[in-house]
């Protein structure tokens, strides 16, 4: 077959063949591009739904704060004041005071322990009023004889040597007791009923005592 081209001719359609490829290419290569864009473009929006989920969803730091401890004072030891009242003369064995003017008629003695040098001071209250009504005073190893008022009383007893008076007593020594029993003064018959109480502890001694209190001791 006799080839009928000229060399112009042949040049161009080479030309025209070789553009059509690079046309090819450009299209092929723009939509490559595009694709990549697009994937590219809906890559970062899930990576971004990804965050957002992600921080939505996700436990939120909690950090401990510790609630502090209220300051508790330590309260300091009491301390007494020291105690320097005057030393007083002891009044008369068998010394009384009445804090009433009922009539004194039923008798009372009281007798005390001759160990060591402890004076007692007895006070008699009201049951029913809490209210003192006769005072006595009784040296160690000896016996007092009183009349009080008809009623019903408790026995209260305060031990010591030194006497600071009334107020004091036998001052920071003194030690406070009180009969558990209540003594009863009253007229039965022709006769009026009173009571002897030894404070001296013994075996088979049928008068309970107990620790009281100083306020006990106010007149």
């Given at each position: ?184 003064f009253k007229v039965q018959g022709n006769k009026i009923l009173g009571h002897t109480i030894e ?7 049928n008068l309970s005592t107990s620790k009281a209190d100083q306020s006990q001791f106010e007149e």
């Amino acid at each position: 077959m006799v080839d009928v081209l000229s060399p112009k001719e042949k040049i161009k359609i080479f030309m025209y063949s070789l553009k059509g490829v690079i046309m090819k290419k450009s299209v092929f290569i723009h939509f490559a591009s595009v694709l990549i864009v697009l994937v590219l473009t809906a890559c970062g929006r899930t990576n971004t739904a990804t965050r957002n989920s992600v921080d939505s969803t996700s436990t939120p730091v909690v950090v401990a704060t510790s609630t502090p401890k209220p300051f508790i004072a330590t309260p300091l030891p009491l301390v007494k004041p020291p105690f320097n009242e005057p030393v007083q003369e002891k009044p008369a064995n068998g010394y009384s005071k009445n804090f009433t003017n009922l009539k004194r008629q039923a008798p009372l003695t009281i007798k005390t322990p001759s160990e060591g040098d402890y004076c007692y001071y007895i006070l008699l209250k009201s049951e029913s009023t809490n209210k003192s009504v006769i005072s006595l005073f009784v040296y160690p190893g000896k016996t007092a004889e009183i009349k009080v008022p008809l009623g019903r009383y408790t026995l209260y007893y305060a031990t010591g040597t030194e006497w600071y008076g009334t107020k004091h007593l036998f001052g920071p020594d003194t030690v406070y007791s009180k009969a558990d029993e209540v003594l009863e003064f009253k007229v039965q018959g022709n006769k009026i009923l009173g009571h002897t109480i030894e404070l001296i502890k013994q075996v088979g001694g049928n008068l309970s005592t107990s620790k009281a209190d100083q306020s006990q001791f106010e007149e």
